[in-house]
């Protein structure tokens, strides 16, 4: 079967990954539900192994037409770059109603939680210990993802794989510290408003450090693979573009909830 075309487009071909990841997603959240429930690990560790596998495949899949088959043209690029602009700006809106929660609650807080923040009886964390050290790590981590990016445009294969490994070393830094934090925490997602803010815009932010950590692992691999170039390297950056966001919102997070919060 020929692959010419006689049009600058992706049109993709039939692939049973959406399907595999829906069952994965689904096996994924009732094993959540049963484990909550039964305390029962079973269904949830089958989700993880069939999500995994359907995202290695996947992105095997996209890898290829995007290197090897070459159908990521530059107008398909222009499509990709404008998807990952508004799934960024999409994110920006998801954080905004956790910062909207947090500032209607602190600003005046009711009489429930006894008209004063911290509401009464929690012991916020202190935000010059683990919060500050988290904060210089990211913003470091998003110092070597912009020497690794320079460095790919300069062709500097050695300082690209150094500025990158350096970075996914500092998010898996970043995570250990906070599931450290987590573990000390002197309140949890129960106690009052304080603490449902605290952990869901902490621990989202701290889920997007995780998949941003796998996408630029993943960007690592493809370089060593020799799949990037000076000019054809969106993966890796649309991976950047998503840790300068990630690091953006820690700043307002730490600012806000950590330090003014305190």
Known sequence: MSTHSNHPYHLVDYSP????????????????????HEFNF????????ITLLTMYQWWRDICREGTLQGKHTILVH???????????????????????????????????IGSMWPPMG????NPFQIPL??????ISSGITVTWAHHAMMENNYSQMTQGLFITICLGIYFTILQAYEYIEAPFTIADSVY???FFMATGFHGLHVII???????????????????????????????????????????????WWGN
């Open 212 to 258: 941003g950590t796998m996408f630029l692992s993943i960007c690592l691999i493809r370089h060593i693979n020799n799949h990037f170039s000076n000019n054809h390297h969106f993966g890796f950056e649309a991976a950047a573009w998503y840790w300068h966001f990630v690091d953006v919102i820690w700043l307002f997070l730490y600012i806000s909830i950590y």
């Open 122 to 125: 929690i012991i916020p964390f």
């Open 195 to 197: 603490g449902s803010t």
């Open 17 to 36: 990954w959406p399907l595999t990841g829906a069952i994965g997603t689904l096996t994924l959240v009732t094993g959540l539900v049963k484990w909550f």
């Open 78 to 112: 222009k499509g990709l770059r404008w998807g990952m602009i508004l799934f960024i700006i999409s994110e920006v809106f998801f954080f905004l109603s956790f910062f909207w929660a947090f500032f209607h609650s602190s600003l005046s807080p009711n009489i429930e």
């Open 42 to 49: 079973s269904l949830i560790i089958i989700g993880y192994i």
């Open 133 to 138: 050290l988290n904060t210089i790590i990211l």
